[in-house]
């Protein structure tokens, strides 16, 4: 068995390098045909209604997905892995510790990678290849994304899914080396998006399934997202360390909050939707983002896999409209 399964984005080179297939577990989860067995197997396992349905869908999945480990990020994500770690374990799963030091610090996450490459027999030798192969598909999906916004000929839900799929390239390098391209290919007959509201989303991948889609009929279109861009490696770096300390979702918030001022200037951004699921500790994060970011932020939640209720319906559509208002 050559698969092994991560709770959040983890060094992908390290797994590449020892010819290990990753497994993105949330990307697993979000696109199963039956996520609510999912989640009604956790919850009948024990787990409480009050506890994000990531952290219970990811519990499934791996019972039901021909995993040989698990990564778990420690720290660094989220607050319910140690749990979640030791449920595992109880079912006979083999996990394995990860942790992002939160205060960056270069030796600690020196020593995390170096544990991580040891248990995988790897060397930094043979990561700094798999990079190479890696960032050559990275480029294909920054070039995605920079068409997003800046020639603006894709749509946010496709930014969305380019970027997302970066944290375990589909399970598969060559296939979706080849899949960027004929998109990329295929974007040569685009005729531009032309919407009146230009809009970024952060915080955490949406639960809901129409978002983008919605968003795009109300004129207006996401040409930034977050934490999805973070997975894709966005900075030009020559070394693992470097490549994961410039990684921002696992730190602290003002590191993100710098990389979104950035990203708001460069990409003419109107208004930011601010996602958070329900019962995550980065709720708490929202008011410091509203007090941080001088440009109007709308905040949804969301519980479980689904489309849109109406309430964020009409949130969104509020918001919209106040944005257009402003642009007048």
Known sequence: MN????????????LVAAKKIPVDLNNVFITHPNKKALLERAESDGFPRNICNWIKGIYSVVLQTDVSEVIAVTQGDCSNTHALMETLQFKGIQVIPFFYPYDRDPELLSISLNKLMDHYKVNEENCLNAKHELDGIRKNVHHIDKLTWEEDIVSGEENHYFQVCTSDMNQDLAAFDIETDSFLK???????????????????????????????????????NEMQRQFSMPYPTTSLLEQYLKYTYPYDIFTRIEDIKKEVERRKIDGLIHYVQSFCFRQIEDAILKKTISLPILTIEGDQPSTLDSRNRMKIEVFIEMLGNKQR
């Open 3 to 14: 698969k092994v399964g991560f709770t959040t984005t983890i060094p992908l080179e390290i």
């Open 186 to 224: 295929s974007l040569q007959k685009r005729t531009r998006y032309s919407e009146e509201i230009r809009l970024g989303y952060i915080g955490v991948p949406p639960v809901f399934s129409d978002l983008y889609t919605f968003i795009e009929s109300l004129n207006a279109r996401v040409v930034f």
